[in-house]
């Protein structure tokens, strides 16, 4: 398959394009900084690829001939609005190529959680991270919106860690936040997942799509 | 023994406060909004930046407790505030400083900085290289006698207190295995063995310009 993966030299998106390269996809690896993706996916087999998220056109020749595009990039601390706009101009850039799958990642803020609240009603955020953690709410708005897109929304487990290993041992469900003990008042510290099974699941349901059109979330 | 508590109302500062006075210590406690009905305590309300109110609270200590946060809304701020609280702690001629600084500077068993691991997303980074900055005020505080305690990677309000603590003075991580990256699973200690090992510290002094890790 031909993949187009945006923020590749991420924690989470140079996860992605390495595993969908070693299974000998042919795959576009694209961030803002050459010299950093030269560094993070030395070796990889991943193309590099130079855009701007924020920026359509430079999205174009990243994207022209996918099969499916996976964007993996976050909002950050000094703009964090700007990561709305970037989505919008990524799902523009993905419509026009004529990519017709988005598999994007999502954050545990965006779901509800085991008493049914959102997770952000659960557990307000600190005032330093409300600005960034509001925006997953609505970036999933956006998504639900989309009408032409075979798009997928993954949610990682509140506890996302690097450095784990693939074990495709997790639960996925939709919308609800996955814990092991719902209970409890640190549920949020129940919700366990490895970068590496994020990975792992990202790049199935790229290879193998079985969820459309959902928000879904996995831990163990 | 008279200890000064900066930070004397934060998570870490209340459990040092409180462990110091069932020692028999004297405690000054200090904060910016400091309300303490315990007439042991002397709480001074004083802000980080006001040099001469913070060498007035300094004087007369034996040990001075640094265990103020780095302000999350402006990290960069952080390593100038503890500057100038390293500045009152000279100008007041108090003979010790007992801190804790994050442990995002720590090294982990790789070699790297915990702060350039896939730990960190880049959106919080820039918070935990504000901090990493403020190892090298203590660094450059040649003329000070200092212990700057390095929490484990996870230290958490619900972890009990067990009574015990490791320690490491090569600037590693403590943690149980080395061998593995998941260091907020291997690399833990509790707010209440994190006091205790400060409070050990200053009634037993052990150790003098150096980063202490903690662990159990």
């Known amino acids: 398959m031909d993949v187009t993966v945006i923020g590749a030299t991420g924690r989470i998106g140079k996860r992605v394009a390495r595993m969908l390269a070693e299974r000998g996809h042919d795959v576009r690896g694209v961030n803002r900084r050459p010299d950093r993706a030269a560094v993070v996916l030395a070796g990889s087999g991943v193309r590099t690829c130079t855009a701007d998220t924020g920026d359509e056109a430079s999205l174009a020749p990243a994207l022209a001939g996918a099969d499916t595009a996976v964007l993996t990039t976050a909002p950050t601390r000094e703009d964090p609005s700007a990561y709305l706009t970037q989505t919008a101009s990524v799902l523009r850039a993905v419509r026009h190529a004529g990519v017709t799958r988005l598999v994007a990642v999502s954050s545990y803020v965006a779901l509800r959680a085991p008493d049914g609240r959102t997770v952000l009603e659960a557990e307000p955020a600190h005032p330093y991270f409300r600005p960034i953690e509001e925006v997953y709410p609505a970036q999933a708005a956006m998504f639900r919106a989309e009408t032409g897109l075979d798009w997928l929304l993954v949610a990682p487990a509140a506890e996302l860690y690097p450095y784990g290993e693939v074990t495709r041992g997790y639960r996925v469900a939709r919308d609800v936040l996955v814990v092991t003990d719902p209970a409890s008042p640190n549920f949020k510290e129940t919700s366990v997942l490895s970068m590496e099974d994020l990975a792992a699941f990202i790049t199935d349901e790229v290879e193998h799509p079985a969820r459309h059109r959902q928000l879904v979330t996995l831990a163990y | ?216």
């Open chain 2, 1 to 216: 023994m008279l200890i000064a508590v900066l930070g004397a109302r934060g998570n870490l500062g209340r459990l040092v406060v409180a462990q110091a006075l069932g020692r028999g210590l004297d405690v000054r406690a200090i904060s910016p909004h400091m309300d303490s009905g315990d007439p042991r305590v002397t709480a001074i309300a004083a802000a980080d930046r006001d040099h001469d109110a913070l060498t007035g609270a300094f004087t007369g200590a034996d040990a001075v407790v640094v265990v103020f946060p780095a302000p999350l809304g402006r990290p960069q701020d952080y390593p100038g505030q503890l500057q100038r609280v390293l500045d009152a702690v000279r100008d007041a001629g108090a003979p010790r400083v007992i801190a804790l600084i994050g442990s995002a500077g720590a090294l982990t068993a790789h070699g790297e900085r915990l702060v350039e691991t896939d730990y960190f997303a880049e959106t919080t980074r820039h918070f935990y290289r504000s901090v990493e900055a403020a190892w090298d005020v203590y660094r450059r505080a040649t003329d000070l006698d200092w212990v700057a305690f390095v929490p484990a990677a996870r230290m958490q309000l619900h972890l009990a207190e067990r009574g015990a603590y490791r320690t490491r003075t090569d600037e590693h991580l403590v943690t149980t295995d080395d061998t593995t990256r998941r260091y907020f699973d291997v690399s833990q200690i509790s707010y209440g063995d994190c006091a205790r090992a400060m409070l050990d510290e200053i009634e037993r002094p052990r150790h003098s310009q150096v980063f202490v890790s903690l662990g159990w």
